[in-house]
């Protein structure tokens, strides 16, 4: 177990931006979790309308080790104050307390934002199951098990068959400027009995189409 001592500030835009894609790819580097980012995508990311608050933690070589990004939605009924971290430890600073330093700031963060709404604070974050030290360490916080996703993969060597669609229907390229709305309209009424379902805004729509992943 590695013990660092940090330095917590607040992201700082352009200045940033290297730094905290240098930090995605040392962790991809040992992850393999497909999370790699180029300077543009982040930016983009960062400037999500969600995006509540953005912290960075360095060493006293000042050199970046943590990243934690806290997204709140909207309130809507019965959820009031929902919040998700996004949270990146350089895989030489895990397993001491810097992923609870980080997970300390996100709550106490959404704790305000519930008070102002008074609301219940919730705040979702994730792991792969295969992060077996990062699954334990969140755990410790408190968090339980709500929802697990399965990835899907196939093999591109052999050919995809057409897909086979009813009478009167196509697939086409949606229009992302004049068919906005209607999107945004039929997304929402699909997923609007989902898990942790929060209704799609214009702002969100933009970020969506210009970084789809």
């Known amino acids: ?3 660092f001592s940090t330095i917590m500030r607040s992201y700082q835009e352009e200045p940033d931006l290297q730094l905290i894609v240098d930090l995605f790819d040392a962790c991809e580097s040992v992850d393999r979790l497909e999370l790699s980012i180029s300077i543009s ?5 960062l400037t999500a309308p969600e995006i509540d608050r953005v912290m960075l933690w360095q060493d006293i070589q000042g050199q970046l080790i943590g990243f934690g990004e806290l997204s709140i939605a909207e309130p809507i009924e ?9 949270m990146i430890v350089h895989p030489a600073a895990r397993g001491g ?5 980080i ?3 996100a709550e106490h963060r959404l704790s305000e934002v519930a008070r102002e709404r008074q609301g219940q604070p919730k705040l979702f974050t994730w792991s792969r199951s295969s ?3 990062r699954i334990a360490i969140i755990k410790q916080h408190g968090f339980v098990e709500d929802r697990h996703f399965l990835f899907l993969s196939r093999s591109l060597s052999e050919p ?3 897909p086979q669609l009813p009478a009167g229907f196509t697939i086409r390229a949606v229009n992302l400027e004049r068919e906005a709305q209607a999107w945004i309209d039929l997304h929402n009424r699909a997923f609007c009995g989902q ?3 929060h209704p799609m805004t214009i702002e969100s729509y933009k970020i969506l189409t210009i970084y789809p992943n």
């Open 41 to 45: 995508q982040l930016q983009t990311e």
């Open 78 to 86: 019965n959820n009031l104050a929902d919040g998700t971290l996004w």
């Open 103 to 105: 997970m300390a700031w």
């Open 195 to 197: 898990w942790n379902y």
């Open 160 to 162: 995809i068959p057409t």
């Open 131 to 133: 992060s077996i030290d």
């Open 97 to 101: 307390d810097l992923e609870s330093q």
């Open 1 to 3: 177990m590695s013990y």
